[in-house]
DNA sequence: TTTCGAACAGTTTTT
DNA sequence: CTGTTCGAAA
């Protein structure tokens, strides 16, 4: 079955519902499998399908493609050769490995980026190439070198014990296409295939959608083709346009009724998609009524974008908790400004994404001493662990230590063990890299019986890594996501008790395997009282009574290096049209005509996709900050209608005075809507008037000196101390 | 030979 | 903000 259902309609309710019913016709939970984009949507999922059936679905196999691929990998762990301890890295682990690969086949690193090489074979393996069928198809330089790279990476990979985050797929399929009884088992085991978000599958992800069906041919996917928001990463559309192709006697069902929007965000959101030329044809229509206008803002730069989104937050929130407020971006850069206007006023918030948790350096640096007592051969976890805190081990011992090891064919661990063995190291190395062998050998005799936080605990004492976080500089706030880290170990084998793993790892093997596969939305929590700031990729699949999008501007959404051709302008127009489609009563969109961005001040124009835009569902608006004078009278906007954008392409720093009543619609035929209903108060400035700044918070005003928009003030903040701002830029509100 | 500070680079989206 | 690189000091 295919449902081919848009933004809204309820596709997660029609896989949870589906789930249900067959438990309820007498199938066993264990007999389904259910492939969820995020592990919390899992979660979700599990729950809701608990309130449908009254019990909680025991068996069930629900998670993402990842995480079912590392368990199914776990469990068959004797048919492949790594062992049900392996490891897996996230990009950066990845990045490493293949930055020493390079080394191992003498490509220069300078010359070709780690980074460039690893995105390559990232692609080749979720296209399924192998190495040596990609370098035989390999013509560009880049592809070359790559192809050089490519098989000494996987053989790095192996003597590590590890996986990648694409291996994982790739691994399950070779494993359930090349072995008749893996997939007879799995093929057999699972009854019914349910797939959520089927339009970001890439070809490996559909292989082992396949594989998985191959004995009962039951799958039932849920996607959107006009939500494809991943062909970045190798998400092919095809996959959802051939389904009925690939799977004979396909049920088509369309869902094309939204129950989230209004009327209004609707026509918005429909007007923008119906843009694209690659897209299967259709309109969404809700019933509900065509409630508020969608607001689009002109602003001057950030701030006055983030300051101008809290107050309508302040509007909004006699109707709406914080929770119910999403704000919405393209990169994650774009948090900054919101996140300083948003402290400034003390409201409440939470970023999504961005640096995540298990990415934090310290957390890491403790994570690699847990991998390695996992698995002994992770040669990239002990040079993280070795390096960190300082033991008299540097760059050049650890160079002879991989030389000994060539010779060997041990691991990392293993030559260190022996270390007064290797010729040439100094004593005092040698000593340091024995001893740290010897400590991590005693830890692991730990692992199979003690917990996993016990084990951790140990692990921080002996190797003395809470002294040398204390030492560093903001070593308070590591020290704490150490102990963070720590607390998670306790729910995970609390959340774990009386489960039955039929894969028995050790629980902190498990624990580092589910981690390594966490992203920040699965830790997300809606019920906190807090607005929501993530980047639209996240928010898909969510939902929020008000929504924000910042930053619509042209080279940011669409996002310049992203839309070279065609289809990635169509991809980023399906990003925008996802965005639009999370609101559910009050969108707003804003842009702003400066922005700082890679260092300078820039330029900015309106996103094209704001062109398509109905007229009669939007309510623009021209906040930017007109300013006041110290005696109190309001500065007037002169919207230009004739200005076209062109004018502003040489706009330069002089200019900026003018910034703030650039007109968004001035190439449009019937001109702008103006309305100042949300800008700045004006307000008495006077010494001892107590304000508030965005970033510096509250103050107590000193002196005002100058007037009109060369007005500065010196303020005495009570955090911050003195310091003199210019008025017309600092976006100062009155107190309280 | 190691360690450390300074300077510098890179910053799209993510499992 | 993190990681890398380079030179200088220990």
């Known amino acids: ?105 003498d490509v220069d690193p300078r010359r070709w980026s780690a980074k460039g090489v690893r995105a390559r074979i990232s692609d080749a393996k979720n296209a399924m190439v192998r190495p040596e069928e990609f370098a035989a198809a390999a013509f560009d330089p880049l592809s070359r070198v790559t192809g050089t790279v490519y098989p000494a990476y996987e053989r790095l990979l192996a003597r590590c014990n590890a996986y990648d985050f694409d291996d994982l797929l790739l691994r399950a399929v070779r494993l359930l296409e090349e072995d008749d009884e893996v997939r007879e088992h799995y093929g057999g085991r699972f009854a019914h295939v349910l797939v959520d978000e089927y339009q970001d599958t890439n070809h490996a992800q559909y292989r082992l959608v396949r594989a998985w069906a191959s004995v009962h ?40 009724q939204n129950y989230r929007s209004t009327g209004a965000i609707l026509n918005v959101a429909n007007a923008v998609i119906a843009r694209n030329r690659a897209r299967k044809e259709k309109r969404l229509r809700t019933e509900r009524s065509h409630g508020a206008r969608v607001v689009v803002a002109a602003l001057r730069d950030e701030r006055a974008e983030a300051s101008w989104t809290v107050r309508q937050v302040e509007s909004h929130r006699d109707r709406y908790t914080l929770g119910e407020v999403g704000v919405l971006y393209r990169t994650n850069a774009q948090s900054r400004a919101y996140e300083d206007a948003l402290r400034g006023v003390g409201m409440p918030y939470r970023v999504v994404g961005g640096i995540r948790f298990y990415e934090r350096r310290e957390v890491k640096d403790v994570l690699a001493y847990l991998q390695l007592l996992v698995n002994p051969a992770d040669d990239t976890a002990f040079f993280r662990a070795i390096g960190w805190p300082r033991r008299g081990v540097g760059a050049v011992t650890l160079e002879r230590l991989e030389t000994a090891r060539s010779r060997s064919d041990g691991s990392l661990l293993d030559v260190a063990a022996a270390a007064r063995q290797v010729e040439g190291l100094p004593a005092g190395a040698a000593r340091a890299l024995a001893l740290f062998a010897k400590d991590i050998g005693a830890l692991a005799d730990l692992v199979p019986v003690a917990s996993s936080a016990e084990v951790a605990e140990e692990c921080v004492r002996t190797f003395g890594l809470r002294s040398a976080l204390e030492a560093e500089e903001d070593g308070e706030d590591r ?20 489960v039955e793993e039929e894969s028995a790892g050790s629980e902190l093997g498990l624990f580092l395997q589910h981690v390594s596969l966490l992203s920040d939305i699965d830790q997300y929590d809606p019920e906190e009282g807090a607005v929501s700031l993530m980047t639209l990729h996240n928010a898909k699949g969510m939902e929020f009574p008000v929504v924000f999008i910042g930053g619509a501007e042209e080279g940011l959404l669409p996002l310049g290096r992203s839309a070279e051709t065609i289809e990635e302008l169509e991809e980023e127009r399906r990003l925008f049209y996802v965005g639009l489609t999370r609101a559910m009563d009050h969108l707003h969109v804003t842009h702003v005509s400066r922005r700082f961005r890679a260092g300078t001040s820039m330029p900015c124009f309106p996103s094209s996709f704001l062109d398509d835009l109905p007229d009669e569902a939007i309510d623009r608006r021209m906040s930017g900050s007109p300013g006041w004078r110290s005696g109190g009278s309001r500065f007037t906007a002169h919207g230009t209608s004739h200005e076209s954008r062109s004018a502003w392409a040489g706009s330069s720093d002089r200019d900026r005075s003018f910034d703030w009543r650039y007109d968004p619609a001035a190439t449009r035929d019937d001109g702008p809507v103006y309305d100042y209903s949300d800008s700045q108060e004006t307000f008495e400035l006077a010494c001892g008037t107590r304000i508030v700044h965005p970033r510096f918070g509250p103050g107590t005003v000193l002196s005002i000196m100058g007037d009109g928009r060369t007005a500065k003030a010196s303020i005495e903040f009570d955090l911050e101390g003195p310091k003199t701002l210019l008025v017309a830029h600092a976006g100062l509100r009155p107190a309280g």
């Open 217 to 256: 041919g039951n799958v039932c996917v849920v996607g959107d083709d006009d939500q494809s928001i991943y062909g970045w990463r190798g998400a092919d559309l095809r996959n959802i346009l051939d389904f009925e192709r690939d799977f004979p006697g396909t049920a088509v069902v369309r869902l094309e």
């Open 479 to 498: 020290l704490a996501n150490v102990d963070e880290l720590i607390a998670g170990m306790v729910a995970f084998a609390a959340d774990r008790r009386g």
């Open 1 to 105: 079955m295919l449902v081919l259902a848009g933004a809204g309609s309820g596709k997660t309710r029609v896989l949870t519902a589906r789930i249900a019913r067959l438990m309820e016709d007498g199938l066993p939970p264990y007999r389904i499998l259910a492939v969820t984009f995020t592990n919390k949507a899992a979660d979700v999922m599990r729950h809701r399908i608990a309130g449908l059936v009254g019990h909680e679905p025991d068996g069930l196999w629900a998670g993402t493609f990842h995480s079912v691929c590392a368990r199914i990998l776990r469990i068959e762990a004797d048919r492949t050769d790594r062992t049900r301890g392996f490891t897996i890295y996230d990009e950066s682990d990845s990045q490493r490995a293949v930055k020493r690969a390079m080394e191992d086949v």
